[in-house]
Every structure is written in structure tokens, then in C-alpha cells.
């Protein structure tokens, strides 16, 4: 599988030579083709979508080619070959195939979408199970690939909807944006339309009818079809959340032949499962126009970055059991209790009262402030109020020398004690409570358990990485910059493990300190 790799690599770096930001185009188009799939080309005239197909038959030994621009008048003659008049004197209604489309490995037709119904009906059949009918016979036709073209996209109401399902991946194809790409396109002399792949490279049918065999023996993990699963769903929320706007639609055939698409990428890459970067391709294959293909890749992204690698790593029992542990600890050692205390009376919101000094029949009153702010070393000039019993007025004030007492709720006066009326208030006070040995032990056991079960998620994660990560970043179909994404809930898992085996340190070291 690795040599596959290897000479599939090579082939695709010679196709995509000199194709400046058709790459990914040239890339895709090549695994449709292998995959035995079709793949649909939007874009404006002059954007080379016909040189991709004259690119891909390159790719194949032996390969014949058929190109065709549609228009109202074409007839089937023109795409599936003219009639035998031999065979018409037999009373034989047949075609004359050979250099039409059902003798063709590579397809290219352009403004698909104004082939008669006759045309459509015959592609539909041509795409979906590789055969036309020729006359009362059904002949095995040797397309590998369907590349259809288009500035735009299929008019509703007109019947195109099949057809349209049919073409498994859907690019945009846009003018060079790249100044830097612009220049070397419109410099470049190398003439794209001559053969640039070595006989020996190329690849045979024998090769591709052995491909095919051993794609449809490619696994297809739990991790996968949960993606796929999280995609459907999230399209299915979209399409609720967003009734004035066109539902995305995706059959079931169509998710069928998308899972094809995902085992082709992982056997051209030399692997016999697919992985998490396979499924970055399913965004070329769930839209259905221009508004939605944004859309489409943030839900992609969005169940990949979220769903990757979640099954087989999944903390969150762990998190139960720790929260557990925790609650249980908290209930040992820390103890509720009730507290009665004497602290000063508070009058007309501002004031304590001052037992025991009165100006004539009033009481003496000394701001709560101004209390709060007594030092027991040294003396303050203090106002003292003799107020009235709304504490609105008060009747007369002095000036005296106070400060704090050792004695609690009390001042001194010109150096005499005085008590602050005081009442009793009830208060809740947390009593901490240190467990004994046994207890001790066994919680660092359990500790110790789930940093076991923590270093064997740290350990998997690794090995993920490891086994993955190379192939990840050298998928010859997806770009490596995604990597990020793909592994974004590993590296989102083990900032939790992090932060979960310093919380069990902080809860050991928590009721170890108790006294």
C-alpha cells in the first residue's frame, strides 16, 4: 500500500505542475476517477475545468478520452455515437461507440445542463451503473471518470435534480487569485496538454480493477461514521433553524457513495482504515449551491474539531468520578456548626450605643466609623452624640479621648471602660475535620487509581498521535493546515487530563493539611 502511496504521490505531483490553484481540483478529480465517481466543475469560461480531464488521462495507461460541449441541439448521436446503418439493414437499432462516451475512460462534458432529457437519461444510467444500452444490449462501458462542467448551476423545476445527485463531488472553479500565481500561469511556457507521466507510472487497468477490490476493504471506524452522524444532524438542525433559506439536502445514495469517496482517500494514502483527514472531503460533497459551501465547511470542521477521536478517549467518566470523590471528601471533613456571639448593636443604622454614659437622661452614642477606625494604643478626639430617641437630633455632643479596650465590645473613655451595648447573633462557621490514617489511605488510593486510568488516556492519546499524525499531515488529498482540526479534540482532552491530575494534587494535598 505504501508503493501505491508513493507512485500516486508522484503521479499527482505531475499533474499538478504548472496547474496554479488547481491543485486541489486536479487532486480530487484524480480519486473521483479512482473511486469510479463523478465530479461537477462550477465556474466562468477560460478556467481551465476542460484541461483538468486532458490532466487526469494522463494519469492512466492506455486511457482514451471524450470531450463534448452541450448545447439545445445536441443529440445523442454526438455523445453516445451515430447509428450503425449496417445494423439498421439487419433490423438492428445500434450505435457505432468507439470514440464516444461508452468507449472513453475519461469524460469531459460541458454545460451539462443543456443536454436533452434524451442525453440525461442515458448519462444517468452511464454514471450510476457503468452501462449503456445499446439498442436491446447492455454493454459495460470503460468510463473511470464523468467531469462535468458548467458556469452554472442546475435550474429548478427542469427535471435535473437526478443528474444533478449524481455528481458525488462539487467544486467551485474560480479565476487565479494570487498575483504571484497569475504571473507564473500567464508566463509559463510549458505546454500543459502534453503527456507528463512516465509509462511506467501510469496506472494500468489490471492496477485499477485490484484498487477496486481492495477499497471496498477498507474499514471504516466508529470515529468516522460518528462524524458522519454528527454532520447529519447538525444539517438537520440547520435546516430547521433556517426555514427562509433552502434546505441542504443529501441523499442516502449519495452518503453511500461520500464513504467511497473516504475509502479511496485512505487507500491511495496506504492505509486500510479511514481517518479523521479523510473526512475533510465530505465538504465537496454536500452542497447543493454557492451560499451553501461556507455553511458546509463550518459544519465540517465544526463535527470534526468536536467528534474526532471522541469515542475511543472519552474523559468524562473520569470527571464523574472525581467529582465524586471530591463530594465525598468535602462531606468528611468539613463540618457545618452553629455559633452564638455578642457583637455591638447597631442604632439608626450608623451608631453603637455606649453603656453607661449619659449627658442628663441621653444616652451616649459613637459612630460605627469612627470606632472602627480606634487604635488601643493611642488616644483620638472623638465625638460622642446624645441623641434623641429617633436618633434624627441629637441633643447636645463632646469631644473625649477614646480608644479600644482589650476587653472585646468595649472603649475607653478619659480612661474609663465602657461597654457597647451588645446582642447575641447566631452564625454558621465551617469546622474542619482531619481524617484519620485509614481514611487517608484509601482516598490516596482512589487517587491514585484515577491518575492511573489518566496516564493510560495520556498514553492512547500519544499513540494516536503517533500512528496518525504522520499520515495527517501527508494526506495527499487534504491539506496538512487541517491538521490542527482534526487533532483538536485530542489536544482539548489532554488540557483537561492536565488540569484534572493537578485538581486530584490540590484535593490530596487539601486533606492531607487538615489538623
Keep these: 500500500m505504501e508503493t501505491t502511496k508513493k507512485n500516486i504521490g508522484q503521479i499527482l505531483n505531475k499533474l499538478c505542475d504548472g496547474m496554479y490553484e488547481r491543485e486541489q481540483e486536479v487532486r480530487l478529480a484524480l480519486i473521483a476517477s479512482i473511486a469510479g465517481e463523478s465530479i461537477f466543475l ?24 471524450f470531450e463534448y460541449l452541450m448545447g439545445r441541439f445536441s443529440t445523442p448521436d454526438e455523445i453516445f455515437g451515430p447509428i450503425s446503418v449496417s445494423k439498421l439493414k439487419e433490423d438492428k437499432y445500434e450505435r457505432i461507440t468507439s470514440g464516444y462516451l461508452p468507449d472513453s475512460e475519461i469524460v469531459f462534458l460541458d454545460e451539462i445542463w443543456k443536454a436533452s432529457p434524451a442525453i440525461q437519461n442515458s448519462l444517468l444510467t452511464a454514471i450510476n ?69 512516465s509509462e511506467e507510472l501510469k496506472i494500468t487497468n489490471e492496477e485499477y480493477e485490484k484498487w477496486q477490490k481492495d477499497i471496498d476493504k477498507v474499514e471504516v471506524p466508529p470515529e468516522v461514521l460518528e462524524i458522519i ?9 440547520r435546516n430547521e433553524n433556517n426555514k427562509d433559506k433552502e434546505p441542504i439536502y443529501v441523499s442516502d445514495r449519495r452518503w453511500k457513495k461520500i464513504v467511497r469517496i473516504l475509502r479511496s482517500s485512505a487507500f491511495l494514502n496506504g492505509r486500510n482504515k479511514v481517518d479523521i483527514m479523510d473526512c475533510f472531503l465530505i465538504q465537496h460533497c454536500i452542497w447543493n449551491n454557492t451560499e451553501e459551501i461556507e455553511e458546509v465547511k463550518n459544519i ?42 455578642k457583637v455591638p448593636k447597631v442604632y439608626f443604622d450608623k451608631y453603637y450605643k455606649i453603656d453607661g454614659l449619659k449627658y442628663g437622661s441621653y444616652d451616649g452614642y459613637i459612630l460605627i466609623s469612627d470606632y472602627n477606625n480606634l487604635s488601643s494604643t493611642s488616644d483620638k478626639n472623638i465625638k460622642i452624640y446624645h441623641l434623641y430617641n429617633d436618633g434624627d437630633q441629637y441633643h447636645s455632643s463632646y469631644y473625649y479621648d477614646v480608644k ?24 454558621k462557621e465551617i469546622k474542619y475535620i482531619s481524617p484519620d490514617d485509614s481514611t487517608k489511605q484509601e482516598w490516596n488510593k482512589r487517587i491514585g487509581e484515577i491518575n492511573e486510568k489518566l496516564d493510560n488516556l495520556i498514553l492512547k492519546i500519544s499513540e494516536y498521535k503517533k500512528r496518525d499524525l504522520n499520515h495527517a499531515k ?26 484534572l491530575k493537578i485538581e486530584l494534587e490540590k484535593l490530596r494535598d487539601y486533606y492531607e493539611q487538615i489538623k
Design 129 to 197: 451503473e457503468k452501462i449503456f444500452r445499446n439498442g436491446i444490449e447492455d454493454i459495460k462501458i470503460k468510463m473511470k471518470l464523468l467531469i462535468a462542467a458548467s458556469n452554472e448551476l442546475p435550474r429548478k423545476g427542469e427535471g435535473l435534480e437526478a443528474l444533478w445527485d449524481r455528481f458525488i463531488i462539487r467544486l467551485y472553479v474560480d479565476i487565479i487569485k494570487n498575483k504571484e500565481n497569475f504571473n507564473k500561469m500567464i508566463t509559463d511556457t510549458k505546454n500543459l496538454y502534453e503527456d507528463c507521466i
Design 300 to 341: 465540517v470542521y465544526e463535527a470534526i474539531a468536536n467528534y474526532g477521536y471522541r469515542i475511543d478517549i472519552d474523559i468524562t467518566p473520569i470527571k464523574k468520578e472525581t467529582e465524586e470523590l471530591k463530594k465525598e471528601i468535602e462531606e468528611k471533613v468539613k463540618k457545618e456548626i452553629e455559633i452564638e456571639e
Design 42 to 65: 462550477l465556474g466562468p469560461p477560460g478556467v481551465a475545468k476542460s484541461l483538468i480531464a486532458r490532466r487526469i488521462k494522463h494519469a492512466y495507461k492506455n486511457a482514451k478520452s
Design 229 to 237: 452522524d454528527v454532520i447529519r444532524k447538525m444539517i438537520v438542525i
Design 474 to 499: 501527508n494526506n495527499l488529498f487534504v491539506d496538512a493546515k487541517l491538521t490542527s482540526i482534526a487533532f483538536a479534540n485530542l489536544d482539548r482532552t489532554s488540557g483537561e487530563i492536565a488540569k
Design 404 to 427: 479600644t479596650s482589650t476587653k472585646d465590645n468595649s472603649i475607653i473613655i478619659d480612661g474609663k471602660n465602657y461597654e457597647i451595648e451588645s446582642e447575641t447573633k447566631k452564625r
